[in-house]
């Protein structure tokens, strides 16, 4: 039997970090797909809207033979049946990471049981990068390329200059 597995997220940017777990995660899975959230809810508006998410992550992602990027909305769950996926991949970085996770994954569990949440512990070299701190060093013109794939600064430059605001 294949496992499908998503792991699902706003990635606004996709950073280094994201791209650790999904090398990781499209090794223990038959096939892995990229759950791009369209309506990350609680949050603020994404800087990029979901078509940029997905095509940057497409991009970024597209020497991996066995991973898909797609894009989402509404109930993980339900985009998880629509796809045939048992797993759902997360990230865990810190203690702060902890809490939300198990009570989302908890969620999960109660609304769909057949479906396992399997968390994939950051690199050591990860453990503190975020997208919002990557967005935060990109719009104060700070030095970003180490936590990004070139696509994302090429993305953040054309914003920025379409914008016109100064760095
Ligand atoms: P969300 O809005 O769903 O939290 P994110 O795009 O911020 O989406 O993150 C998606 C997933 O990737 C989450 O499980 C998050 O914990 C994980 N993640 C984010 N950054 C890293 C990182 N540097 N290393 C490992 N996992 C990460």
């Known amino acids: 039997m294949r496992v499908t597995a998503i792991y699902p997220g706003t990635f606004d940017p996709m950073t280094v970090g994201h791209i650790d777990v999904a090398q990781r995660a499209s090794k223990m899975f038959d096939d892995l797909i990229i759950g791009v959230a369209g309506d990350p809810s609680a949050k603020k508006t994404p800087f990029f809207n979901l078509e940029e998410r997905v095509d940057i992550a497409g991009e970024i992602l597209k020497d991996l033979p066995n991973v898909k990027v797609m894009p989402f909305s ?15 991949v997360r990230g865990l970085r810190a203690i702060s990471d902890f809490e939300y996770e198990v009570q989302i994954a908890g969620v999960n569990r109660h ?11 950051a ?5 503190f990068l975020s997208s919002s701190i990557v967005k ?4 104060l013109g700070g030095d970003y390329s180490d936590f990004v ?13 379409a914008s016109g605001v100064e760095q």
Request: hydrophobic share 50%; no cysteine; net charge neutral.
């Open 74 to 88: 509404g109930l993980l769950v339900k985009f998880a049946a629509s796809v045939e996926a048992s797993v759902i």
């Open 111 to 121: 609304l769909s049981p057949k479906v396992e949440t399997v968390f994939i512990a």
């Open 123 to 127: 690199s050591q070299d990860y453990t």
């Open 136 to 139: 935060e060093i990109a719009l």
């Open 149 to 161: 794939h070139p696509r994302v600064i090429k993305e953040f430059q054309r914003k920025i200059d």
